[in-house]
């Protein structure tokens, strides 16, 4: 029999507590509301106390954690959650995150942790295969597209101004010699955000226009040089389109510029040969922005960085050449922003790993597929689709854009599902992602039925 010091050191009746109530959670998910009510809402003013004073025992924070915490969550992992482009999560990516947590590793250094620096290594070359990327990119795994985007940009400045003479690690960016960027009409807000962050200066780039599904124009690019960088979306937020990569990474690479992907959710359209075609030609590019925590449904954060030169990344990345010099073999740090992080690798394999090629590839068709039955759903209705839905993402207006917003938040409000508002082309509309695992047909049958009786409550 353990000791009670032996119980407490290991936690056993709380990580049994939290595990109860997690499967609880996650059993119930499905059937409840996916906003959280009001009184839920409410019932957070429980967590607004002054800094306790003494300690609480762990069973006690857990449990209240539970109980005011959790009607409090989005039902993100639910089968009607429609909402930006949020994946559910993986059951072994689930699993494997308890076990990660248990672990608590830092995956900064391969002697900080060597089962976290092993499945970086062996989740960067699965998602290369999987994306159709160049097998020999190096990668880092970050919290989110947002900083996978600032660590390609980061790593496309350091190699431009290297070619240009300047060394921006050390010399930084005053004075340095100018880099012209490029985006596209369509550049999604968090491209724009990575361009600040790095000291490019949200204003300073160039705007390509785009085509009506905001695919950037090839033809309007302007010319270019051995220090632009172009950026590019393999996924358009609003309508799910692809800007036409083969083209523009031609035409680019002749001028020797820099050509970098945001490709948050819709790279991985790439693993389904009926997808594929999407695709094309984003492998030609030199860096690479993409989510694990999006499509493929692993949970948060996992944010994925390649890139074609990996010197170049590692020049920008590391963190002092004196410093924990690494070793021979890749150390993590040095190809992200962080150095001390937690192992998102884990759940990132557990989740590649239960799915394999063939789960993976139909995950993405599944939720095409589905996409494709709320734009049947919707026009049936009468509804007016927006954007031709080629993956995952549906636009739907309602009517003029006050009609639109308010069926939006009435749909909201009600609890069946959720999808968010946009502007897409001038003109407000509803968006749905459908972007989980969890979501079956009867959940999209579920989540119109609401749709069109809310709409018809209003007069639609
Ligand atoms: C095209 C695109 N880029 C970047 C992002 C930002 O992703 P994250 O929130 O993981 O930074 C999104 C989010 O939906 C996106 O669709």
């Known amino acids: 029999m353990a000791t009670k010091n032996e119980t407490a050191s290991t936690g056993r009746e709380v990580l049994s507590l939290a ?58 992992t639910g089968g009607r ?53 160049p097998a020999d990119c190096e990668g880092g ?8 985007n600032f660590t390609a940009l980061a790593a496309a400045r350091y190699a431009l101004l290297k070619k240009a003479g300047w060394d921006v690690a050390e010399d930084g960016m005053f004075g340095a010699p100018p880099i012209q960027v490029v985006v596209g009409a369509e550049v999604h807000a968090s491209a724009l955000k990575a361009l600040s962050l790095a000291g490019f200066g949200k204003r300073r780039v160039t705007s390509v226009e785009s085509d009506g599904q905001g695919r950037m124009r090839a033809d309007k690019l302007p010319k270019l040089s051995e220090r632009a960088i172009v950026c590019i979306q393999a996924g358009n937020v609003n309508s799910g389109s692809f800007d036409p990569a083969a083209e523009i990474c031609r035409r680019a690479q002749e001028q020797g510029a820099w050509v970098h992907v945001d490709g948050a959710f819709g790279l991985w359209a790439g693993v389904s040969p009926r997808y594929r075609h999407l695709t094309d030609g984003f492998e030609l590019a030199d860096s690479w922005a993409t989510d694990a925590h999006k499509w493929p449904n692993v949970n948060y954060d996992s944010g994925i960085v ?40 884990v759940e990132l394999w557990a989740g590649l790993k239960s799915l394999g090629r063939s789960g993976l590839c139909e995950l993405i068709e599944r939720t095409c597929l589905l996409a494709k039955k709320f734009e049947r759903g919707l026009l049936a209705a009468g509804f007016q689709i927006l954007n031709e839905v080629v993956i995952n ?39 749905i992602s459908v972007s989980s695992w969890a979501t079956t047909e009867a959940d999209v049958d579920r989540s119109l039925e609401a749709m069109v009786r809310i709409a018809r409550a209003r007069g639609v």
């Open 306 to 345: 390649l890139v074609r030169d990996g010197s170049a990344l590692r020049a920008a990345m590391t963190l002092s050449a004196a410093y924990l010099a690494p070793g021979t073999r890749r150390e993590p740090m040095h190809h992200t922003p962080e150095a001390s992080r937690r192992a998102r690798g």
């Open 19 to 76: 595990a109860e109530r997690a499967i609880k959670y996650a059993n119930g998910v499905r059937q409840r509301r996916v906003a959280p009510g009001a009184p839920d809402l409410q019932a957070l003013e429980k967590f607004r106390e002054t800094f306790p004073e003494g300690p609480s025992d762990a069973e006690s924070v857990i449990a209240m954690l539970d109980e005011f915490g959790s009607p409090a969550t989005v039902a993100t």
């Open 393 to 431: 993402q549906v636009l739907v207006s309602f009517g003029d854009d006050a009609i639109t917003r308010e069926v939006i938040s009435r749909i909201q409000e009600d609890g069946t599902c959720w999808c968010g508002g946009t502007e897409w082309k001038g003109r407000t509309a509803m968006r």
């Open 141 to 148: 795994l970050v919290t989110c597209a947002t900083a996978a």
């Open 81 to 133: 959650y429609f909402g930006y482009v949020i994946g559910g999560v993986l059951p072994a990516a689930m699993g494997a995150n308890w076990l990660a947590g248990a672990w608590d590793q830092n995956a900064a250094l391969r002697a900080m942790s060597p089962i976290a620096a092993e499945l970086e290594d062996v989740v960067l070359r699965w998602i290369c295969e999987a994306l159709n990327l």
